[in-house]
């Protein structure tokens, strides 16, 4: 069984973090409004495309500080396992 590991956030992080997600919710919630109501399909794709756009900057942001934190963390303990676990996120952001 693979250990769960936990990040902890402060809470200024957290908040900033939930804001981020409410407003992509948000955001989803309007194309799906627009959907209902039989937008034209370019309009659509434009919002999807921001909506792509928004994750990918919270995922870039998530994944900086992950750097930042957990993996310099780690490897300051001798830890080298997370070299193949970082390996895996970028092939998985890259593919």
Do not use: P, W
């Given at each position: ?20 997600l409410?407003r ?31 994750i ?18 780690d490897?300051?303990k ?18």
């Open positions: 069984m693979q250990e769960c590991k936990h990040t902890y956030r402060g809470e200024e992080e957290k908040k900033q973090i939930c804001n981020r409410n992509i919710e948000g955001q989803i919630r309007g194309v799906k409004k627009m959907v209902e109501e039989d937008r034209y399909c370019n309009d659509i794709l434009i919002q999807l495309s921001a909506i792509e756009k928004s990918k900057s919270l995922s870039n942001n998530v994944l900086e500080n992950h750097l930042y934190t957990c993996i310099s963390r490897l300051e001798g830890n080298l396992e997370v070299i193949d676990e970082l390996t895996s996120l970028f092939k998985r952001f890259n593919g």
